[in-house]
């Protein structure tokens, strides 16, 4: 339990420093009027605080900010002379490297791009008549089929991706869309391109997982 | 020239914080000059005292200056310039400590001794030693944040809500720092008479 000494205590500091409130300063000068232990804590307290004043700072001769500013200057030119000029100088050395780095990236963006949409994204509600991903057109003229994952529709709503065919309502209606347009099949296998192109590390906030 | 914690020094800069931000937005080449002038004691000071190393010091206050020119336009104005540039000198300071951190590895005796007689400052080495040197060792036992709230609030008396601002915590937090720093420091230095 804390004693009256400890709650004191705890107040010195901010007496010494003058930072109590009158009230709170008259009730630690009464209490150390009468306890020596906090009386003897106070003291070894402004003792500290005396010997921290002289802590062996030093302010430097004009000399040395003479020289703090020319350095600075200097500083700054390098700096800026690294930016425009010694850039330029280094630009042909460094362009290996910067080929090699876009190597790698493209490298990297043919081997990690999604293949086709992983196997557990549902079916939208939203279906298309009339044709469906992998599926000739002729082959099924009017099978309901689930084109539209809830993957590529929810992309297509968050406008995340811009799709050359927008699954509109009319356009899905049997009797307005016509599956053997050729021009409905490129922009249809556009959409679906864009849709599955994007990997599912950019999956968007608050963008369903797949099997949810 | 009278100065306070501040930066009201009576200087055009120190008179005129937020023109001379402006005028460093807009590359006015004397308002580098003149900020440099208007902080830089207090600059060094705070990265001195954090540090306690001359050559170490003054190499984070041009560091802190030239992270302050190249990040200017990053200024928004929401805390005043002061403290912006306290926060830039402290961090890169704290940062200069984890790096080296071999010198904590090294006894403390040893790197007081190097460090006075490799100071370029003749005035500090004809400050009392023996109190230097033991406030230097006990200074060092201070963890990173507690000795960055130290300096501040000790030496630069910035308050508490200044404080929370330049180091990124609350007020209670500063509060605390300080308090367990000063009680350690009368611990270390309560032989001395």
Known sequence: MKTRCDGIK???????????????????????DECENCAAECAALRRTYMLLRDDGYAEPSPFFWTRFNARIRARRREASAFGAGRWGALAPRLAPVMAAVVC????????????????GYPAAPLRVTGMGRGTPLAASPTAVLPVVSARSKYLVDSGAIEPSFTP???????????????????RLATFEREAYRMPETERLPGEPRAGE | MSQDVRGETGTRAGRDPEGLVKRLKAGDERAYEELVTEY?????????????????????????????????????????????????????ALNKLKRDRFRRMVPLGDIVHRDRRASS????LAISSEVAERIDAAVQTLPEKQRAVFVLKFYEELSHAEIA??????????????????RKMRKQLEDLR
């Open chain 2, 121 to 124: 400052n003749p005035a500090r």
């Open chain 1, 10 to 32: 705890d107040l010195l500091i901010e007496y010494i420093e003058g930072e109590l409130s009158s009230g709170d300063a008259r009730a630690v000068e009464e209490h150390l």
């Open chain 1, 168 to 186: 509109a309502a009319d356009t899905l209606r049997p009797e307005t869309f016509d599956p053997f347009g050729g021009e409905a099949r490129m």
């Open chain 1, 104 to 119: 790698f990236g493209i490298g990297m963006w043919l081997g990690l791009r999604p293949g086709p949409e992983p196997a």
């Open chain 2, 165 to 182: 601002e330049v180091l990124g915590c609350s007020e209670g937090t500063s509060k605390a720092n300080y308090f367990h720093a000063i």
């Open chain 2, 40 to 92: 830089r004691e207090r600059v060094y000071r705070v990265a001195w005292r954090v540090l306690r190393d001359d050559d170490a010091a003054e190499d984070a206050a041009q560091e802190a200056f030239i992270r302050v020119f190249r990040h200017i336009d990053r200024f928004e104005g929401r805390s005043s310039i002061y403290t912006w540039i306290y926060r830039i000198t402290v961090n890169i």
